[in-house]
């Protein structure tokens, strides 16, 4: 069964840190492109943070960037790691994996493996 399992959400102050995690497994994980997805109440998804298959190009949304690191092992997991938390880093963070290609994708619509969410609430 190809499954995406996100883990490592919770309840964080502000300007605190979290690192999500992300397992994979059904399906030749060295060979797909990840990306990080969030969804706030109320609002559509907004894509944070994309990862090529090698591990070595990153791409982040300005609202991220020099905050969240997105990383990968050579087994079956991806991490985005959280610093600087905001309120407005509010969100059911998603994981996903896609095709492929020489710079990872940041559209949604390419990714076709989605895992179940995992919730963030960054308040005082």
């Known amino acids: 069964e190809v499954q995406l399992v996100e883990s490592g959400g919770g309840l964080v102050e502000p300007g605190g840190s979290l690192t999500l995690s992300c397992v994979a497994s059904?399906?030749?994980?060295?060979?797909?492109?990840m990306i990080w997805v969030r969804q706030a109440p109320g609002k559509g998804p907004e894509w944070v943070s994309a990862l090529n298959s090698g591990g070595d190009i990153p791409d982040y949304a300005d609202s991220v960037k020099g905050r969240f690191t997105i990383s990968r092992d050579n087994a079956n997991t991806v991490y985005l790691q959280m610093n600087s938390l905001k309120p407005e880093d509010t969100a059911v963070y998603y994981c996903?994996?896609?095709?492929?290609?020489?710079?990872?994708?940041?559209?949604?619509?390419?990714?076709?493996?989605w895992g179940q969410g995992t919730q963030v609430t960054v308040s005082s």
């Open positions: 996903a994996a896609g095709q492929r290609y020489s710079l990872p994708s940041y559209r949604p619509h390419d990714y076709n493996t």
């Open positions: 059904g399906f030749t994980f060295g060979m797909h492109d």
